[in-house]
Protein backbone atom coordinates (compact mmCIF):
# COMPACT_ATOMS: atom_id res chain seq x y z
CA UNK A 1 0.00 0.00 0.00
CA UNK A 2 1.13 3.25 -0.68
CA UNK A 3 1.72 6.14 2.07
CA UNK A 4 2.36 10.02 1.93
CA UNK A 5 4.46 11.33 5.10
CA UNK A 6 4.49 15.43 5.36
CA UNK A 7 6.55 16.16 8.47
CA UNK A 8 6.01 19.38 8.89
CA UNK A 9 2.83 19.80 10.94
CA UNK A 10 3.13 23.82 10.78
CA UNK A 11 5.07 26.10 9.08
CA UNK A 12 5.12 29.72 8.83
CA UNK A 13 6.67 32.29 6.25
CA UNK A 14 6.97 36.19 6.03
CA UNK A 15 4.93 37.72 3.05
CA UNK A 16 6.76 37.94 0.33
CA UNK A 17 9.54 35.31 1.07
CA UNK A 18 9.79 31.96 0.04
CA UNK A 19 8.83 28.48 1.86
CA UNK A 20 9.03 24.95 1.09
CA UNK A 21 6.64 22.22 2.13
CA UNK A 22 7.90 18.95 2.18
CA UNK A 23 6.26 15.00 1.16
CA UNK A 24 7.71 12.22 0.68
CA UNK A 25 6.03 8.94 -0.04
CA UNK A 26 6.19 4.90 -0.71
CA UNK A 27 5.19 2.87 -3.34
CA UNK A 28 6.49 0.47 -5.50
CA UNK A 29 4.49 1.59 -8.47
CA UNK A 30 6.91 2.94 -11.54
CA UNK A 31 4.04 5.17 -12.77
CA UNK A 32 1.77 7.75 -10.77
CA UNK A 33 1.07 11.49 -10.25
CA UNK A 34 1.79 13.71 -7.26
CA UNK A 35 -0.43 16.28 -6.11
CA UNK A 36 -0.33 19.67 -3.81
CA UNK A 37 -3.80 20.14 -2.74
CA UNK A 38 -4.76 23.67 -1.02
CA UNK A 39 -7.33 23.49 1.44
CA UNK A 40 -8.28 27.41 3.11
CA UNK A 41 -10.50 28.05 5.81
CA UNK A 42 -13.54 28.00 3.54
CA UNK A 43 -12.43 23.92 3.42
CA UNK A 44 -12.51 23.93 -0.26
CA UNK A 45 -10.24 21.44 -1.87
CA UNK A 46 -8.15 23.30 -4.41
CA UNK A 47 -5.58 21.78 -6.87
CA UNK A 48 -2.53 23.76 -6.70
CA UNK A 49 -0.15 21.17 -8.93
CA UNK A 50 0.20 18.50 -9.90
CA UNK A 51 3.45 16.35 -11.43
CA UNK A 52 3.49 12.85 -13.34
CA UNK A 53 6.33 10.55 -12.23
CA UNK A 54 7.28 9.76 -15.86
CA UNK A 55 7.70 13.38 -16.50
CA UNK A 56 11.76 14.35 -15.28
CA UNK A 57 10.78 18.21 -15.73
CA UNK A 58 9.63 19.75 -12.26
CA UNK A 59 6.06 21.01 -12.62
CA UNK A 60 5.88 24.98 -11.97
CA UNK A 61 2.55 27.11 -11.65
CA UNK A 62 2.91 30.84 -11.69
CA UNK A 63 4.56 31.44 -8.02
CA UNK A 64 4.38 27.51 -7.25
CA UNK A 65 6.50 25.21 -7.69
CA UNK A 66 7.92 21.15 -7.21
CA UNK A 67 11.31 19.53 -6.38
CA UNK A 68 10.27 16.11 -7.51
CA UNK A 69 13.17 13.26 -6.54
CA UNK A 70 11.81 10.02 -7.48
CA UNK A 71 14.77 8.12 -6.58
CA UNK A 72 14.51 9.87 -2.85
CA UNK A 73 10.75 9.67 -3.11
CA UNK A 74 10.23 13.04 -2.30
CA UNK A 75 7.93 15.57 -3.78
CA UNK A 76 8.29 19.20 -1.79
CA UNK A 77 6.42 22.57 -2.66
CA UNK A 78 8.20 25.61 -3.16
CA UNK A 79 6.11 28.89 -2.90
CA UNK A 80 7.31 31.96 -3.74
CA UNK A 81 6.83 35.39 -2.79
CA UNK A 82 4.44 34.46 -0.43
CA UNK A 83 0.75 36.24 -0.39
CA UNK A 84 -1.52 36.42 2.07
CA UNK A 85 -3.92 34.48 0.35
CA UNK A 86 -1.68 31.62 0.33
CA UNK A 87 -2.59 30.39 4.04
CA UNK A 88 -4.40 26.91 4.19
CA UNK A 89 -3.71 23.54 4.96
CA UNK A 90 -1.65 22.00 2.01
CA UNK A 91 -1.71 18.26 1.51
CA UNK A 92 0.79 16.20 -0.61
CA UNK A 93 -1.44 13.22 -2.24
CA UNK A 94 -0.16 10.35 -4.14
CA UNK A 95 -2.41 8.71 -6.90
CA UNK A 96 -1.32 5.11 -8.73
CA UNK A 97 -1.45 5.32 -12.95
CA UNK A 98 -3.54 2.28 -13.70
CA UNK A 99 -7.20 1.78 -14.10
CA UNK A 100 -9.14 1.17 -10.99
CA UNK A 101 -6.29 2.48 -8.81
CA UNK A 102 -7.42 6.06 -9.23
CA UNK A 103 -8.26 6.97 -5.40
CA UNK A 104 -5.62 9.88 -3.79
CA UNK A 105 -3.91 9.02 -0.81
CA UNK A 106 -3.13 11.78 1.02
CA UNK A 107 -0.53 13.20 3.79
CA UNK A 108 -1.74 14.39 6.72
CA UNK A 109 -1.11 18.01 5.87
CA UNK A 110 1.33 21.54 6.61
CA UNK A 111 -0.88 24.29 8.04
CA UNK A 112 0.78 27.14 6.43
CA UNK A 113 0.63 30.25 8.44
CA UNK A 114 1.64 33.71 6.15
CA UNK A 115 3.18 36.68 8.73
CA UNK A 116 2.21 40.02 7.83
CA UNK B 1 -21.07 27.19 -12.36
CA UNK B 2 -20.41 24.93 -9.76
CA UNK B 3 -18.71 22.12 -11.57
CA UNK B 4 -19.14 19.38 -8.25
CA UNK B 5 -21.93 20.40 -5.86
CA UNK B 6 -23.08 18.24 -2.54
CA UNK B 7 -26.05 18.83 -0.65
CA UNK B 8 -26.39 19.84 2.50
CA UNK B 9 -23.17 21.71 3.22
CA UNK B 10 -23.71 21.04 6.71
CA UNK B 11 -25.84 17.99 8.61
CA UNK B 12 -26.82 18.23 12.44
CA UNK B 13 -28.55 15.18 13.45
CA UNK B 14 -28.78 12.57 16.43
CA UNK B 15 -27.18 9.51 16.91
CA UNK B 16 -29.20 6.78 15.47
CA UNK B 17 -30.70 8.66 12.84
CA UNK B 18 -30.20 7.46 9.16
CA UNK B 19 -29.17 10.27 6.16
CA UNK B 20 -28.35 11.24 3.00
CA UNK B 21 -25.46 13.49 1.42
CA UNK B 22 -26.01 14.04 -2.43
CA UNK B 23 -23.61 15.29 -4.91
CA UNK B 24 -23.61 15.93 -8.86
CA UNK B 25 -20.65 16.71 -11.25
CA UNK B 26 -21.49 18.61 -14.22
CA UNK B 27 -17.91 18.13 -15.53
CA UNK B 28 -18.90 14.89 -17.61
CA UNK B 29 -16.61 12.79 -15.66
CA UNK B 30 -16.87 8.91 -15.60
CA UNK B 31 -15.35 8.32 -12.00
CA UNK B 32 -16.10 9.91 -8.47
CA UNK B 33 -15.36 9.02 -5.02
CA UNK B 34 -16.12 9.93 -1.53
CA UNK B 35 -13.41 11.18 0.99
CA UNK B 36 -14.20 11.47 4.92
CA UNK B 37 -11.93 14.22 6.81
CA UNK B 38 -11.95 13.76 10.22
CA UNK B 39 -11.81 16.33 13.19
CA UNK B 40 -7.84 16.23 12.60
CA UNK B 41 -7.71 17.24 8.76
CA UNK B 42 -6.53 13.78 7.51
CA UNK B 43 -8.32 12.62 3.86
CA UNK B 44 -9.03 9.31 3.42
CA UNK B 45 -10.75 7.61 0.54
CA UNK B 46 -14.24 5.96 1.06
CA UNK B 47 -15.60 4.64 -2.67
CA UNK B 48 -15.19 4.93 -5.94
CA UNK B 49 -17.56 4.57 -8.80
CA UNK B 50 -16.66 4.54 -12.22
CA UNK B 51 -19.59 4.72 -14.71
CA UNK B 52 -21.99 3.64 -11.95
CA UNK B 53 -19.89 0.66 -10.78
CA UNK B 54 -18.68 0.48 -7.10
CA UNK B 55 -14.47 0.04 -7.85
CA UNK B 56 -13.35 0.93 -4.81
CA UNK B 57 -14.35 0.31 -1.84
CA UNK B 58 -12.17 1.09 1.39
CA UNK B 59 -12.59 -0.50 5.00
CA UNK B 60 -15.85 1.27 5.76
CA UNK B 61 -18.69 -0.12 8.18
CA UNK B 62 -21.58 -1.44 6.26
CA UNK B 63 -24.02 1.39 7.41
CA UNK B 64 -22.19 3.38 4.83
CA UNK B 65 -23.49 2.85 1.56
CA UNK B 66 -23.15 4.71 -1.45
CA UNK B 67 -25.63 5.19 -4.38
CA UNK B 68 -24.94 6.05 -7.86
CA UNK B 69 -28.34 6.43 -10.18
CA UNK B 70 -26.33 7.79 -13.23
CA UNK B 71 -22.60 8.70 -13.46
CA UNK B 72 -23.19 12.32 -12.47
CA UNK B 73 -24.89 11.19 -9.24
CA UNK B 74 -22.92 9.64 -6.42
CA UNK B 75 -25.27 9.86 -3.02
CA UNK B 76 -24.24 8.67 0.06
CA UNK B 77 -26.74 7.20 2.93
CA UNK B 78 -25.70 6.60 6.48
CA UNK B 79 -27.73 4.40 8.54
CA UNK B 80 -27.69 4.16 12.69
CA UNK B 81 -24.97 7.18 12.80
CA UNK B 82 -22.63 7.31 15.13
CA UNK B 83 -20.65 9.80 17.44
CA UNK B 84 -17.40 8.94 15.44
CA UNK B 85 -19.42 9.87 11.97
CA UNK B 86 -19.19 13.09 12.53
CA UNK B 87 -16.57 14.64 9.48
CA UNK B 88 -16.56 16.65 6.77
CA UNK B 89 -17.18 14.28 3.50
CA UNK B 90 -16.29 15.16 -0.01
CA UNK B 91 -17.50 14.15 -2.76
CA UNK B 92 -15.05 14.22 -5.84
CA UNK B 93 -14.64 13.34 -9.69
CA UNK B 94 -12.55 12.80 -12.32
CA UNK B 95 -12.14 11.77 -15.94
CA UNK B 96 -9.04 9.04 -16.48
CA UNK B 97 -7.67 8.96 -20.13
CA UNK B 98 -7.70 12.34 -21.21
CA UNK B 99 -4.93 15.94 -20.88
CA UNK B 100 -6.14 16.48 -17.20
CA UNK B 101 -5.58 12.94 -16.38
CA UNK B 102 -4.88 12.16 -13.03
CA UNK B 103 -6.42 15.43 -11.40
CA UNK B 104 -9.76 15.15 -9.09
CA UNK B 105 -12.20 18.12 -9.06
CA UNK B 106 -13.96 18.38 -5.21
CA UNK B 107 -17.18 19.42 -4.04
CA UNK B 108 -17.24 22.01 -1.06
CA UNK B 109 -18.23 19.24 1.51
CA UNK B 110 -20.40 18.53 3.89
CA UNK B 111 -20.11 18.80 7.70
CA UNK B 112 -21.73 16.25 9.74
CA UNK B 113 -22.55 16.48 13.27
CA UNK B 114 -23.88 13.76 14.73
CA UNK B 115 -24.90 14.62 18.01
Known amino acids: AQTVTQSQPEMSVQEAETVTLSCTYD???????LFWYKQPPSRQMILVIR??????QNATENRFSVNFQKAAKSFSLKISDSQLGDAAMYFC?????????????FGTGTRLTIIP | DTAVSQTPKYLVTQMGNDKSIKCEQN?????MYWYKQDSKKFLKIMFS???????INETVPNRFSPKSPDKAHLNLHINSLELGDSAVYFC??????????????FGPGTRLTVL
Open chain 1, 51 to 56: QEAYKQ
Open chain 2, 27 to 31: LGHDT
Open chain 2, 49 to 55: YNNKELI
Open chain 1, 93 to 105: AYRGAWTGNEKLT
Open chain 1, 27 to 33: TSESDYY
Open chain 2, 92 to 105: ASSQVRNSQEGEQF
